[in-house]
């Protein structure tokens, strides 16, 4: 069968997995802290033509095989920040994550400080999950102060008036490549050994907590549609191709008639 039946073939599959991420892309464009993902190609195997190689120039001629996904990347830089008016919704104001854990103590992260009370008052992600730095409110908390540096402190109503309290700080992570942490979903995100093991994030280097904010996608719904078109474009011309190899066929197996 034609080599170029093939070569298309793995054109329109690449660019069908990139309308694809495309469209993942736009549909969390509202959703808190999402980070947009890109796919990265790469050329296949190249097949040397001897038979037109020249030994003059010592120039040879090669064909290549057609495309591939090497990989998927996601975009961590920054969204806009918006303000929830909640005291236990954070955001981070440059680089870094929130750590947080599951019931069985595995660590992951994050950028969604849409956080929240428990019933028992441990602050908690809005997917249940603990935030790291054990913060638990007493039950006579009456405001909630997070400073820039992720300390948290809170005021408490007792027979001798109002105390502010410290009750911990927010534990904050920054890796050496974000861009190769494993996505787990829910906004949630795993290390990996290429992105080098989570270290201790420094206010004020590496940004600063805002208070009452939340970091919203960084997902541009103008520049998606451009992609959009890209995509549709490179797939049709994908297309056409298989249309004109079998159009080259039909017209070699006519020969014969």
Do not use: C
């Given at each position: 069968?034609?080599r170029?039946l093939?070569?298309?073939a793995?054109?329109m599959?690449a660019?069908?997995?990139?309308?694809?991420?495309?469209?993942n892309?736009?549909?969390?464009?509202?959703?808190?802290?999402?980070k947009?993902?890109?796919?990265?190609?790469?050329?296949?195997?190249?097949?040397?033509?001897?038979t037109?190689s020249?030994?003059?120039?010592?120039v040879?001629?090669?064909?290549?095989?057609?495309?591939?996904v090497?990989?998927?990347?996601?975009?961590?830089?920054?969204?806009s920040l918006?303000?929830?008016?909640?005291?236990?919704?954070?955001?981070?104001?440059?680089?870094?994550f929130?750590?947080?854990e599951?019931?069985s103590?595995a660590?992951?992260?994050?950028?969604d400080?849409?956080?929240?009370?428990?019933a028992?008052?441990?602050?908690?992600?809005?997917?249940?999950?603990?935030?790291?730095?054990?913060?638990?409110?007493?039950?006579?908390?009456?405001n909630?102060r997070?400073?820039p540096?992720?300390?948290?402190?809170v005021?408490?109503?007792?027979?001798?008036?109002?105390?502010?309290v410290v009750?911990?700080?927010l534990?904050l992570v920054?890796?050496?490549?974000?861009?190769?942490?494993?996505?787990l979903?829910?906004?949630?995100?795993?290390?990996t050994?290429e992105?080098?093991?989570?270290r201790?994030w420094?206010?004020?280097?590496?940004?600063r907590?805002?208070?009452?904010m939340?970091?919203?996608?960084?997902?541009?719904?103008?520049?998606e549609?451009i992609?959009l078109?890209?995509?549709?474009r490179?797939?049709?011309?994908?297309?056409?191709?298989?249309?004109?190899?079998?159009?080259?066929?039909?017209?070699?197996?006519g020969?014969?008639?």
């Amino acid at each position: 069968m034609s080599r170029s039946l093939y070569i298309a073939a793995s054109g329109m599959a690449a660019q069908q997995l990139r309308l694809e991420n495309i469209a993942n892309n736009i549909a969390n464009v509202g959703t808190t802290a999402f980070k947009r993902s890109q796919g990265t190609f790469a050329d296949l195997l190249y097949q040397e033509l001897t038979t037109v190689s020249n030994p003059d120039t010592g120039v040879v001629a090669e064909l290549g095989g057609g495309v591939r996904v090497a990989g998927m990347q996601r975009d961590h830089q920054q969204g806009s920040l918006r303000e929830s008016g909640n005291p236990l919704h954070v955001a981070i104001e440059g680089k870094g994550f929130f750590a947080v854990e599951d019931p069985s103590g595995a660590r992951m992260y994050t950028r969604d400080g849409t956080f929240t009370r428990s019933a028992d008052g441990q602050l908690i992600t809005a997917g249940g999950l603990r935030v790291a730095g054990d913060i638990v409110f007493p039950d006579d908390t009456q405001n909630v102060r997070i400073s820039p540096d992720g300390t948290v402190s809170v005021t408490l109503a007792g027979g001798d008036g109002m105390s502010e309290v410290v009750l911990g700080e927010l534990e904050l992570v920054t890796v050496d490549n974000p861009n190769t942490l494993r996505s787990l979903g829910n906004n949630l995100y795993a290390a990996t050994a290429e992105s080098g093991e989570p270290r201790r994030w420094e206010a004020g280097i590496d940004g600063r907590v805002a208070q009452g904010m939340v970091e919203t996608s960084n997902v541009d719904v103008a520049t998606e549609l451009i992609e959009l078109i890209e995509a549709q474009r490179a797939y049709e011309l994908n297309s056409k191709v298989v249309q004109a190899t079998d159009e080259a066929l039909q017209v070699a197996s006519g020969l014969k008639r």
